[in-house]
């Protein structure tokens, strides 16, 4: 029997042929892979560009009856983007669900293939193996520079320890500040971000949209890279060219 990054039995009904994805990321995934299964995402899931599938909601409120309606043979979520409340009512529903959870760059490619192969019945996709070699030759080192990477701006929170994103960044030559903090999206006052004694500022533009104009302007004095919230914190085909988009932006 599969289970899902949890730990969580996965039986399938039968053949996979209906899904719904509650992720902007696993949505690209499937897409990309068997754009045929997929027949639900939420409102934030923007790639590919032309996807044409029922919108069922937010990743933090999807509508559950909508998405038991459709009655999927699986719903992908994810244990940080999605409520534990809206996957128990799924479940509780009838509704199988495969559940992932990645912090690192090795556990998104394990994940991913894991869910492709195992929950949705497919065979490795190309892309995969290709985001593979993108990123073989980055691996976790000494870092060149120190960042803060906000994330939101009202009220100002960073990433913490712990995340996808930080440990991309890292195998890019910049050590997230706040890595050792508790949390993991800490709210950090802009006074301190401002003495926190960084190299170089970070801004993705999501899940705030940080911009050449709002942004940069707060952080007086240190370098400010503008970067691809897609590229820096999706895991799946954006991952095929993320390493070179990022360095080009991390470039200063």
């Not at 979520?77 to 128990?88: M, S, V």
């Not at 690192?104 to 019945?121: I, K, N, P, Q, Y």
């Amino acid at each position: 029997m599969a289970v899902d990054d949890l730990g969580a039995p996965f039986t399938p009904r039968g053949a996979v042929r209906r899904v719904v994805s509650l992720v902007p990321s696993l949505t690209e995934s499937l897409a990309e892979t068997a754009p045929e299964l997929l027949i639900g995402a939420t409102d934030w899931c923007t790639h590919p560009e032309e996807l044409s599938v029922r919108r069922l909601g937010g990743t933090k409120n999807p509508d559950v009856a909508a998405i038991a309606g459709l009655r999927p043979d699986l719903v992908l979520a994810n244990e940080e983007e999605n409520r534990q409340a809206d996957i128990e009512a799924l479940r509780s529903a009838g509704v199988p669900v495969w559940v992932t959870r990645i912090r690192t760059l090795d556990e998104a490619f394990d994940s991913l293939r894991r869910m492709l192969t195992s929950a949705c019945g497919l065979a490795e996709p190309g892309w995969l193996a290709a985001a593979e070699r993108a990123w073989s030759s980055a691996e976790p080192g000494t870092a060149q520079r120190r960042a803060v990477i906000p994330i939101w701006r009202k009220p100002w929170m960073v990433l913490g320890r712990d995340t996808f994103a930080g440990d991309l960044l890292l195998r890019l030559g910049v050590r997230n500040i706040y890595a050792g903090h508790p949390e993991r999206y800490p709210k950090i006052a802009l006074p301190e971000l401002l003495t926190a004694g960084a190299d170089l500022v970070v801004l993705p533009d999501e899940p705030y949209r940080f911009t050449a104009e709002d942004g940069p302007g707060f952080f007086p004095g240190t370098p400010a890279a503008l970067v691809s919230g897609r590229h820096l914190t999706w895991y799946g085909p954006s991952l095929v060219e993320a390493r070179s988009a990022l360095d080009a932006a991390l470039a200063m």
